[in-house]
RNA sequence: GGAGAGAUGGCCGAGCCGGCUGAAGGCGCUCGCCUGCUAAGCGAGUGUAGGGGGUCAACUCCUACCGAGGGUUCGAAUCCCUCUCUCUCCGCCA
């Protein structure tokens, strides 16, 4: 959520930025609802303060026994008044409020001018593609062969974009959960947490999943609870409704969850294999940071996804997200993309973010600045590190021999217990 | 799921037969004084948010907030209703 007063202090540069986005966001209903917002506080507030003059004085008069019946029968009215405009203030706030929360972020001036993904622009690129001197298969085939997926048992339990993994296949992911961990808790430097799997409708909207976008969330039945979508909604809203002391900044964290998408309006889309699933295992990392550092640190965030594939000898590429591409909530994305060979091409397996103070504002996270007074929101940031599935799916593809047998990469083979190859 | 108790400022803890209580008292913290150092002592300060005024950072005034939301009342931390959470006991359960 962008900050209000910000906004219509701001209209014409705010709006321009947006634009941007390719996003139509009409403002001019927000300046006269705000404008008409304001008026009324000011009437309401001279209101209430005359009422608590005047309540003084009735309680004076009270306590030495004089009239206070003309009092109490103007303040009648007084109250009745302010009873009104309490009431246009909480419906105006209520609209405002709407209009706000689908405002998206704005982009940071360093991310590219552009309309879709086509103008994203590739910043780095590591590894060598992997050579094959046979025809490499895709993941959703090789797995099948081999017995460690099973997508037509995973349709019969749920249905379709489910899947089951078995033996080596499911050890696998267990094993790339336990890998990316271990680097990113013990070399990286980030406090491991396991979070609820589902939250409830005030924490999915600290981080901007809700109002928006409802559609790509299960909800479960007659409950507030929602699945998480990532594990950036629990982790980032930990800190919710709290001031952080400045000196416990930067706090990294990370985190093993599920995640549970909807994934509506992608039909079609990614229909075979891992790639797209309802249900899906990640790893996330979420920083919270004082405003002066965020962008170094989604530097440094990114690199630490980036690490996950290097261990692995795993080929991608780092694309900067142009600004029609930008996620809502977020102010500057990089996306990674691991080779995969069944494909022919590179496939997103992180998405790095500063959100800036957006989050931090829905979410109400602050923190105080030693020797000053008052609070500032921090800077959210987070990032994959890695989502599981896919990570297998390119250890599947890119590690893949001739025979249909898959080698397991060196850094994952003590969490296989020694296995170096599947079968 | 059933019965009961509770939720107050960074923390502890009064107030709860309605009216100078943003909230006693204590602890903690900050600054100053005192003191060879430390400790003790003395003095002052110490929440968040929104808004108005302003030679618009540091000034000033106002409003709101005692778990959340609603109600009664001229006036609610105090009375009533609903909800959430915590604790104790019972039941159930991995």
Not at 248 to 271: H, M, N, Q, V, W
Not at 304 to 318: D, F, I, K
Not at 347 to 365: K, L, P, T, V
Request: hydrophobic fraction near 35%.
């Amino acid at each position: 959520m962008l900050d209000v007063k910000y906004l219509r202090e701001n209209i014409d540069q705010v709006s321009q930025r947006l634009s941007l986005r390719g996003e139509k966001v009409d403002l001019s209903r927000f300046m006269e609802i705000e404008e008409h917002r304001r008026s009324l506080l000011v009437k309401g507030e001279s209101l209430k303060s005359e009422r608590n003059k005047v309540n003084d004085e009735i309680a004076r008069l009270k306590k030495e026994r004089g009239d206070t019946t003309g009092l109490i029968s103007r303040m009648k009215g007084v109250s009745d008044e302010i009873k009104k405009i309490d009431g246009r203030i909480s419906e105006i706030s209520e609209e405002l409020e709407g209009i706000v929360s689908f405002i998206p972020n704005i982009p940071h001036e360093t991310v590219p001018a552009g309309m879709s993904d086509k103008d994203n622009i590739e910043v780095r690129k590591w590894g060598a593609l992997p050579a094959f001197d046979f025809t490499p298969v895709d993941h959703a085939d090789l797995g099948e062969k081999l017995g460690i997926l099973d997508f037509a048992r995973g349709a019969k339990l749920a249905g379709a974009r489910f899947s089951l993994s078995v033996g080596a296949g499911a050890q696998l992911e267990r094993a790339l959960i336990n890998f990316m961990l271990d680097l990113h808790t013990t070399e990286h430097g980030y406090t491991e947490v396991l979070p609820p799997f589902m939250v409830n409708s005030k924490t999915m909207t600290g981080t901007g999943q809700l109002p928006k976008f409802a559609a790509d969330l299960f909800k479960v039945a007659e409950t507030d609870y929602w699945l998480i979508p990532t594990a950036e909604v629990p982790v980032t809203n930990i800190y919710q409704d709290e001031i952080i002391e400045e000196e416990d900044l930067p706090i990294y964290r990370c985190a093993y969850t599920p995640c549970f998408r909807k994934e509506a309006g992608s039909y079609g889309k990614d229909t075979r294999g891992l790639i797209r699933q309802h249900q899906f295992n990640k790893i996330e990392m979420v920083k919270f940071t004082r405003p002066e550092e965020s962008y170094r640190e989604l530097e440094k965030l990114t690199d630490n996804a980036e690490e996950v594939l290097r261990r692995l000898g795993l080929p991608y590429r780092v694309v900067v997200l142009c600004t029609g591409d930008l996620g809502f909530s977020s102010a500057k994305t990089y996306d990674i993309e691991v080779w995969l060979p069944g494909q022919n091409s590179y496939r997103e397996i992180s998405s790095c973010s500063n959100y800036e103070d957006f989050q931090a504002r829905r979410a109400n996270i602050k923190y105080r600045e030693k020797g000053k007074k008052g609070t500032r929101l921090v800077h959210t940031l987070n990032g994959s590190g890695l989502a599981v599935g896919r990570t297998a799916v390119a250890i599947l593809e890119n590690y893949q021999r001739a025979d249909g047998s898959v080698e397991i990469p060196e850094a994952l083979r003590a969490y296989m217990n020694g296995r170096t190859s599947i079968p």
